[in-house]
């Protein structure tokens, strides 16, 4: 009689290799599951939660094994992480994060087995037993990594995802971070600690990949405020509009009137127009089509001109 182990059935998502980032496509699975919020270092209930879920998925085996002669390895647990600014994740913020905790099940596991299973588990009086719930789980597209080292030395490597990798590859969010942690930390010091770190994604639209890419050719060292207006994403230094993206892939840029002409000879600009008469904006503003924004140079010399100018208009 073989004996399931979720590791082994589905070694690119619970066995990888440690390194680079990689794509995997996650198909729907069938989980315990806890939630909670707050600090795990802190917060009573993620404990609580932790030591509820392992003993229900062991009672669960017992009983499978017991009823069906289908016995299974208890996976690793896996932890689902949200919050309302994904940026705690890097500063640390704990006591803002949202977690679902979670252990996958063989399909063979129905919601009947669960609740014979939480009988026989509840005679030990554990707190949050009563909260789990088996659940079907689909991430889909998702990029992954196997981080080796403490749980508070992953904020490099997701800034690293956050910021470089998703945004290369024309990626945004589509789901919570999930952890899958393939070390017991009771008896691993933290530098040998295995942990999975998973995003589920989804390609950008091309209005989103622009909005992405200005966001990163302006930069973090100057004070940049984004305002919804003219039907898109205008951002605003020093209060003054510089850059708007428009429609699906134009660029809006407020430039040096006294530049226009040499600007508008650059592949893809012309005269900005608003409204349903086209009527000029104005020498200083230029609409920079797909075809001039191809390459991340071509986009930081836009964004070069624009800041350019917005030092002679506000003089800071």
Known sequence: MDTY????????LYAPKAGDFHVVDVPELLFLMIDGHGDPNTTPTYGQAVEALYTL???VRAVAKTELWRPHTVGPLEGLWSADDPATFVSHQKDAW?????????????????ERSRENAER???????????????????????????YDDEAPVLAKLHDEYLPT????????????????????????LRTILRQPVVPLTPKEDLFARV???????KAVREVRMFGGLCFMVNEKMVLGVMGDRDLLVRADPDRSDDLLAVEGARQAEMGKEHRSMGRSWI??????????????????????????VTGS
Request: hydrophobic content about 40%.
């Open 57 to 59: 998925s062991y009672a």
């Open 169 to 192: 590859l024309g990626l945004a969010f589509n789901g919570a971070h999930h952890e899958i942690y393939l070390s017991d930390p009771r008896r691993t010091e933290p530098a040998k």
């Open 124 to 150: 030990k009086g554990l707190p949050g037993l009563e909260r789990l719930r088996l659940e079907s789980f689909t991430e889909g597209a998702s990029v992954q990594v196997l981080h080796v080292g403490s």
């Open 287 to 312: 609409s920079v089509s797909e075809h001039g924004l191809g390459s991340n140079d071509d986009l930081q010399f836009w964004v070069d001109e624009a800041l350019s100018y917005n030092v002679r």
């Open 5 to 12: 182990d979720i590791k082994k059935a589905y070694p690119s």
């Open 215 to 221: 966001r990163t050719a302006l930069g973090t060292d």
């Open 98 to 114: 949202n977690w679902t905790l979670m252990i996958a099940q063989p399909t063979w596991v129905d919601i009947g087995m669960v």
